[in-house]
């Protein structure tokens, strides 16, 4: 057999793998993993037969990588891209997920993606080239600012953890855009946040699984080190909540009772026990629920709702409505940002 030929049979093994694993869904995503050449993208040194292990590649220790087959997979299906659709994919690294991209949504013209390392950036276009995929749109540079330029976008596919999203990227989704991003909050594993907007807000909600990016970098990058202790005492008081109160909570509901938490520890300066409190009976109220029934909804600190469950952020705040906690229509004039 040639290469082109091993290479395709690993392909077809990786894919059928991925598909009974449930990470495949579409057809469209199973068409372009069947089809794009991983081996063209992973650095030299690595086999073929490697670069179709389910498996995430380093190619920048600890900044940069070529993503795990699933996780990829995953993202693909769940940002929902289709034939025809104009997408921003934010660290490009090898070049391997535009690629994929450029399959779905059938013209490599319509995929921009940007890729903060200069040196990789060059080597994802000459990769992506290699590929048969040269029309793909590179450009190096600070993409949590997005591609003024190019937009708007369909889709937009963030594959760095962040944990805010500039309001320049948000603006750059079309009406019926979609956003898709590794979204971290301090001390808790990388969540995939899905938002779309509509005329009133961006809103959206948690997705798929836990997930282990790199942490983007630039202007909307996490400080190095940076840690909240007030957060951490806050998540261990919680621990001991659920265990004084023998609860079984399942790994995704214990996330979310985390989150809970986190938020409230984010915002008031009160002892970890009370704030462990709080959160412990806000999620009992809510009626202990999963991630996925977790609202999420971009806006000023001040029109969250009257609880204040929301991660600040730099220039907006992400508002958690947990079940039954709804944002009342038209916002919160009357918000105060105490309480629980
Ligand atoms: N999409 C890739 C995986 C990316 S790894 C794949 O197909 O496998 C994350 C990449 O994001 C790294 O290459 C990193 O350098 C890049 N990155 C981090 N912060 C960034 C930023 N602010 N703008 C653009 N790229 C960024």
Redesign the pocket.
Known sequence: MTEPEVASEFRRRLVERLKRAGYIRSEAVEQAMLTVPRHL?APPGVSVEEAYEDEVIS??PG?????QPSI?ALMLEELGARPGLKTL??????????A?LAEIVGDGALVC?????RS?SRQAARNLAAAGYEAVRTRA????LGWPEEAPFARI?V??EATDLSPNLLEQLDETGVLLAPFSAPALPALLLRLSRDAAAIHGGFVGIPVA?????????QAPGEVFDGVRRTLWAVQHRVWENGAALTLDQRLTLDLVAVALAEGAESPAEQLASRAWEAYLDAGQPDLAEVRVTVRPLAECLPTALALRRRAHAFCLELPGQRIPAGGGESSSQEGL
């Open positions: 993208f190619l920048v900044l940069a990588t070529l993503s990829v994919e934010i660290g490009t690294a090898s070049g391997y997920n535009a994929l993606t940007i890729e903060i390392d990789l540079g600070d993409g949590a596919i594959t760095a990016f790199v942490p983007l970098r630039g202007q909307y990058g």
